[in-house]
């Protein structure tokens, strides 16, 4: 039966074989330190067990850190000098103080209080001690088993060291405190990245099997891993602090070039577009080339029936293991310190965007006014990688859209009118009164309900089309000759010639469940339009799945082809202009339940009579 | 402080403070054939075309030159393709600037070469040099000096090569043959 010891009570120990098992709810460190009958531990080698260097006669400590640990002791083994053997515990944060924060909490006071359980090998419990009252402490010295008559007693100690692990050493009498603690923490970092390197593909899970990265919100999780740059070390901490001395600039919104906010915004908007998409083509060639260099050394190694077997093969390729593991990491490290600082710049950004580039969730929307100046871009949803899903980059496109927009409706077509909608709508909103007219041909009536908000509020000054193919083909031939009038008066440049009462807003045409009640003639029309119309103001959003047009083959591709194809759920199809990753695209969409749309679709109307139109 | 280097030669590239440089540019000048004729549209000009090798492990990985004028990483960046020269007096004509601090760690050598996109040997161009600027305040670093080159259209000029201690740049100056710096590789190989 267990004996439960407090802080400096002793208890004799049955034989020299024990088990000595920690448990500290967080990652420690356990090592041990052989002694002479003073306690001090003298400067011959193999005194000290540690990670680094796990076997001493009789002892045997784990090579990581690790919230349990089990040591082997054979007291009878140890050497005859040795008459004290102490049971050290340290944080990942005490081993070297000063340096790199590897994560974890900062003292023992952080964390539940440590536990030493001493038993058998059979695990029969002999004594236990639980380490309370600790403050700022990061290293302890918990337990010590002393020579008494011919055999062996354990003491309870409890004595935490604020200065860490060096410090500790240093009261031991350990030459060279510093230096030792420095191997441990190398040992320890060297041992985690073996541990989590296999898992950096997936930040998302990494953090679940390692289990001890820092929760900070916005940011992403990040190995303490002490082997990093310092640089890096600091994005695991949120935006720096104002006025730091060091460490990237502090992102301030609208920090581009432009000649209003808005331009400065999506300049500001690209450029992090562009950083991400370069930030994450370096890590993933630096992964690329860490996994070729593994499999060739492998194969190498394979390839040769020298090295092929044996203990000699088996270091080779733990090496080989290692190098890879290393390179990742490294890459990894700088990756998340420039996600830091892209989220950091994302957290101030976001805020600070208009209602047209901002989502809405946005509170932007709730102070929504119907604006004076056309657009400068708008918003048509998010893009994210999966190195980084947690950092979405606002697709913004410039107005007026120079390419139509087809909302692929075959996964789900209840949801793509529901994101057509809400881009019409923010196109309608973003533009100021009149300047933008919405025409909706819906020949099946089966975006009617979705359709509903657009017309209710009488922000939509056009009536719905005539239902069926007489609806389509008005529509189509009244924009057919707005777009060859607004050619004619381009090309013999007297825009002012256009007849009186010409409405000159842009035009939106959407298209629901195309091709549904299009004749061979309205879709020679609509190709026109496609073709010509951006550059006459007349812009298409085709509602589509492409199976539907099927029957006519490979024609319709060229117009499918100029359109950008948005989906309605997450989707990976667009690609940067830059290095051509393959981004997951999310429509921006009303959030469920939200009355954001009837409220800004009122303002809209109300705004039209002042205005006279 | 101008180092003129002569081929071989290796310079750290840490500053004289301990600090090692952050930004370096590579620039490239190369003087305009003379205008001759009647009619100037038909000089035969002189295309020179400065372009960066991104190396790891002697693997090519990424290349930056008048098609590709920045690295995917973004680390490496070509301002742009002079197709006839400057007017010789030192100035550059093309530059290639790299960040070094965005560098991705598993490259470790930047390989910098020059070619004769239309195919005037070096023999015949004037006043032909490569250098390298810090970035950050402009100062030269190292020029090199292209011409008597002889009778070749390429050349690998000098490398930026990642060591313990920081960047050193080497002038590495061996001739060769090729129109773009995929007539090269071959040539960069044994340089690295």
């Known amino acids: ?613 | 402080m101008t180092v003129n280097m002569t081929k071989g030669q290796k310079i750290s590239l840490s500053k004289a403070d301990g600090g090692s440089l952050t930004a370096v540019r590579m620039g490239l000048g190369w003087q305009a054939a003379p205008r001759r004729g009647l009619f100037g549209s038909r000089t035969r000009e002189i295309d020179l075309d400065a372009s960066a090798v991104l190396f790891a492990d002697k693997n090519p990985v990424d290349v930056v030159f008048f098609r590709h004028l920045t690295s995917d990483d973004g680390s490496v960046r070509h301002t742009g393709d002079n197709l006839v020269g400057g007017a010789g007096q030192g100035g550059d004509d093309e530059s290639i600037l790299v960040d070094l601090q965005r560098v991705p760690v598993h490259i470790d050598q930047i390989v910098f070469t020059v070619n004769s996109f239309t195919g005037q040997t070096f023999s015949e161009v004037q006043n032909a040099f490569c250098r390298l600027v810090d970035e950050t305040n402009g100062q030269e670093l190292a020029r090199y000096t292209l011409t008597g080159g002889g009778s070749y259209t390429a050349q690998i000029m000098a490398k930026v090569q990642r060591g313990a201690g920081g960047w050193t740049m080497t002038a590495i100056g061996t001739p060769a043959n090729g129109r773009t710096f995929q007539d090269l590789i071959p040539a960069i190989v044994p340089a690295l």
């Open chain 1, 1 to 613: 039966m267990t004996a439960e010891l407090v802080s400096g009570q002793n208890h004799a120990l049955p034989g020299n074989r024990l088990e000595i098992r920690v448990s500290a709810g967080t990652p420690v460190v356990a090592a041990v330190t052989l002694g002479d009958e003073q306690g001090r531990v003298t400067g011959d080698d193999g005194r000290f067990a540690h990670p680094g260097e796990p076997n001493l006669p009789g002892v045997e400590v784990p090579r990581q850190a690790a919230a349990d640990h089990r040591l082997a002791v054979d007291l009878g083994a140890v050497p005859e000098a040795v008459h004290r053997v102490h049971v050290l515990l340290a944080l990942p944060a005490g081993i070297h103080p000063g340096g790199p924060h590897p994560g974890g909490p900062p003292s023992f006071g952080a964390a539940p209080a440590p536990r030493v359980e001493v038993t058998t090998p059979e695990g029969a419990g002999i004594a236990g001690f639980t380490v309370s009252g600790l403050t700022t402490e990061t290293a302890l010295l918990a337990v010590e088993l002393y020579r008494r008559q011919g055999g062996w007693k354990i003491r309870a100690v409890g004595q935490g060291y604020a200065g860490g692990l060096p410090a500790l050493l240093l009261d031991q009498g350990l030459p060279d405190p510093a230096g030792t603690a420095l191997a441990v923490r190398t040992a320890v970092a060297r041992e985690q990245s073996r541990a989590v390197g296999v898992d950096y593909h997936h930040p998302g899970r990494r953090t679940a099997a390692a289990g001890t990265a820092d929760e900070v919100p916005g940011t992403f999780p990040s190995e303490p891993s002490p082997e990093r740059p310092s640089a890096a070390d600091s994005a695991v901490r949120p935006a720096a602090p104002a006025g730091a001395p060091e460490g990237p600039p502090v992102p301030v919104a609208g920090d581009a070039p432009g000649w209003s906010m808005e331009e400065r915004l999506y300049n500001q908007v690209w450029g992090m577009f562009e950083d991400l998409a370069r930030s994450v083509a370096a890590y993933r060639s630096a992964a690329d080339f860490a996994q070729a260099r593994y499999d060739q050394e492998l194969d190498r190694l394979l390839a040769d029936p020298r090295t092929r077997g044996g203990p000699a093969a088996e270091a080779a390729r733990d090496q080989a293991e290692i190098r890879q593991i290393a390179l990742v990491d490294q890459a990894r490290a700088v990756l998340d310190r420039d996600l830091a600082q892209l989220t950091a710049e994302a957290e101030v950004v976001e805020p600070a965007l208009p209602p047209a580039f901002a989502g809405w969730e946005n509170p932007a929307w709730h102070a929504y006014q119907v604006p004076t100046e056309p657009p400068f871009a708008v918003r048509l949803g998010t893009l994210c990688l999966p190195e980084a899903p947690e950092l979405r980059i606002p697709l913004l496109a410039r107005l007026p859209l120079e390419r139509g927009l087809w909302i692929d409706s075959a996964e789900n077509r209840g949801l793509a009118v529901d994101t057509a909608v809400a881009l019409a709508a923010r196109l309608l909103a973003a533009h100021p009164v009149g300047a933008f007219a919405l025409h909706v041909l819906d020949p099946a009536g089966s975006a009617a309900t979705a359709t509903a908000p657009l017309y209710a509020g009488g922000a939509l000054t056009l009536p719905a089309p005539a239902a069926g193919s007489a609806g389509i083909g008005d529509v189509l031939t009244r924009l057919t000759e707005r777009v060859d009038l607004v050619q004619m008066a381009l090309r013999s440049d007297a825009a002012d010639a256009l007849p009186p009462g010409f409405d000159t807003a842009e035009q939106l045409l959407i298209v629901n469940e195309f091709p549904y009640g299009f004749d061979d003639r309205a879709i020679t029309q609509l190709r026109y339009l496609a073709d010509e119309g951006p550059a006459a103001g007349v812009h298409l959003m085709l509602v589509a799945d492409r199976e539907d047009a099927a029957a006519y083959g490979p024609l319709l591709g060229p117009m499918f082809g100029a359109l950008l194809r948005l989906t309605p759920l997450p989707s990976e199809h667009l690609s940067d202009p830059w290095v051509g990753h393959a981004w997951t695209y999310e429509p921006a969409l009303v959030p469920a339940g939200s009355q954001v749309l009837p409220h800004v679709l009122r303002q809209l109307a109300d705004a039209r009579p002042a205005y006279g139109s």
